[in-house]
């Protein structure tokens, strides 16, 4: 560049700043000659630089002025012949053709009259009947200090922000319910999220992108399976809550990786879990999954979701439960509406964990920020968390119970999930009695069936449980069940002796919809006895 300044740019320069026209024609007249000077010597010092940027110089010439796309033809329709087009064309349907649609089950199974406390009414129904379906896991969500803040929170903010968290969405309230959520976690940051669902579905995307991995338990909720979607990355299964074929996942890949010569460092790579799986109730034994992320060169990404305010002797979560530092888990999200009785949801860790998403999580930056009030709210039941550490030792009691009522009550028909800490219990049919059925499609359909019905009976006995509902299609949907749900604030005894009656009612759905196959019939044993 300095020589050419001095070949040529410079004499130019000069000509055309003495504004003495013979010098500015001499200049121009020299330019030719100049350039050609200036082109030789490079070409002597290194010929290979002058051949490269000659032939550059041609091809742009070349694509420029002869390399022209010819106008393809066009064909000039007539207002006859368009009309035609218009209406030969049929449009797709909004609902696709073969969507199975039933509206009945699009309902709800039931509309309050009242706050959902350990009992509510229930429109069409006279009496209240026991709550035995919702995730007030503590019972916060009745208390008259929720009620107090909230309404004090409403008189100061009104109801809604009307903005998102960038763009003067962001309410003292929201500051202060990151500082006691970081604090209750014994984290240094944390962040919410304005919708619960939208949590997981926007922080894995935030971390995991195209060219990562992540290897999902298969029994996540569909937050996290959207979030994966989401990602874009490359997606591995492993059984669910199965530690041994999480193992066998791991190893493929570090055997896939030594095949091909790279290190774990290459991409990023999470191993995706929850701590309780809402649509399973069982936990997830957080240390051998640590220890093998450790060993794989894995990263933990972990919902909290049913386990916050739920585990622990001050309810901070599973880390807690095991004694395991918070910091060992790189990413931790969770839900706000369970054991809080708030809205949204939250993730924590460290400052850089926390920034990075609030740049980069689309539920955080495009959503409008959770209503103050409901903020406000979560703080107050963070507050009596910790001033009021029975209600753990309450919810335990009484997820004792469950656990131990059902599974005694339901022995020979149903799976009960096995983690007796969990306040969530699914019960579902026991494979060996739908071996008789053609196909799995008959047997989900046997097995919601059997849900469905036990649910209508508990009802009608003064207990609401819940058959949940999926997605239409949604990635490995879970198989039906019977869900309960219990609080610290149930009667022990009442929830005993509605347990009891969940269990005999399970059974007797059993044996409506599948006579031959329940347990003691008498042509299930006449069969037991042709095949011996």
């Known amino acids: 560049m300095s020589e050419w300044w001095g070949t040529i740019g410079k004499p130019f320069v000069q000509a055309l700043l003495s504004a003495d026209q013979d010098k500015i024609k001499a200049a121009l007249l020299n330019l030719p000659h100049s350039y050609y000077e200036y082109i030789h010597g490079i070409y002597v010092r290194s010929p290979e630089h002058v051949i ?3 032939f550059l110089i041609l091809f742009v010439i070349y694509i420029t002025v002869f390399k022209r796309d010819k106008p393809k033809k ?6 006859k012949e368009i009309q035609e087009l218009v209406d030969d064309w049929e449009p797709e349907p909004i609902v696709p053709k073969h969507a199975t649609v039933e509206p009945e089950k699009a309902q709800p199974f039931g509309v309050l009259e009242s706050r959902p406390d350990t009992h509510m009414k229930l429109q069409g129904i006279d009496r209240p009947v026991l709550n035995l379906a919702t995730f007030d896991f503590l019972g916060l969500g009745s208390r008259k200090e929720l009620k107090d803040v909230a309404i004090q929170a409403l008189t100061k903010y009104g109801c809604g922000s009307c903005g998102p968290r960038g763009f003067y969405g962001t309410i003292d309230t929201h500051e202060i319910l990151e500082q006691d959520i970081a604090a209750m976690m014994g984290t240094p940051e944390s962040i919410i999220f304005s919708d619960t669902e939208a949590t997981s579905s926007s922080v894995l995307p935030a971390f995991a992108k195209r060219g990562d991995l992540i290897v999902v338990d298969s029994g996540c909720n569909d937050s996290i399976l959207v979030g994966a979607n989401l990602a874009r990355c490359t997606t591995h299964y492993f059984k669910h809550n199965d530690l041994e074929d999480l193992e066998r996942v791991l190893q493929s890949i570090r055997a896939a990786d030594k095949k091909a010569g790279r290190g774990s460092d290459c991409q990023r790579r999470y191993v995706v879990t929850e701590a309780i799986f809402r649509n399973h109730g069982d936990m997830i034994d957080l240390p051998k999954v640590l220890a093998l992320c450790e ?3 894995f990263r933990l990404f972990l919902d909290e979701s049913f386990s916050f305010g739920v585990l622990g002797a001050s309810g901070r979560g599973i880390t807690e439960h095991y004694g395991v530092p918070v910091s060992d888990v790189a990413i931790i999200c969770g839900s706000l509406a369970g054991a809080c009785a708030g809205v949204g949801g939250f993730s924590t860790g460290s400052r850089e964990v926390v920034d990075y998403q609030r740049l980069t999580s689309a539920g955080y930056v495009f959503s409008a920020s959770a209503p103050p009030f409901t903020s406000a709210c979560t703080s107050e039941a963070l507050r009596l968390m910790r001033t009021e550490p029975q209600l ?4 335990r009691k009484n997820a004792f119970i469950a656990h131990d009522t059902l599974a005694a009550g339901t022995t020979g028909a149903f799976s ?4 007796r800490c969990s306040p969530v219990v699914h019960l579902r049919v026991l494979p060996e009695l739908l071996a008789s059925l053609p196909s799995d499609d008959a047997k989900r359909a046997v097995q919601r069936e059997v849900c469905d019905l036990a649910m209508q009976l508990c009802l009608k006995r003064g207990i609401a449980v819940c058959s949940p509902r999926y997605k239409t299609n949604q990635t490995l949907e879970p198989l039906p069940s019977v869900r309960v749900s219990v609080t610290a604030t149930h009667d022990p005894e009442e929830l ?3 347990c009891n009656v969940i269990a005999q009612q399970c059974m007797n759905a059993v044996k409506e919809v599948l006579p031959a196959a329940a ?7 006449a069969s037991l006895r042709q095949r011996k």
């Not at 009960?416 to 983690?419: E, I, M, T």
């Not at 347990?519 to 044993?525: E, M, N, R, W």
């Open 74 to 79: 066009q064909i000039r329709l007539s207002e």
């Open 496 to 498: 005993a002796a509605a």
């Open 416 to 419: 009960v999930s096995n983690d």
């Open 52 to 54: 490269i940027e000659t």
């Open 519 to 525: 347990p003691g019939s008498a042509s299930k044993q």
């Open 392 to 395: 753990f030792d309450a919810l």
């Open 295 to 297: 060993k794989y060169y």
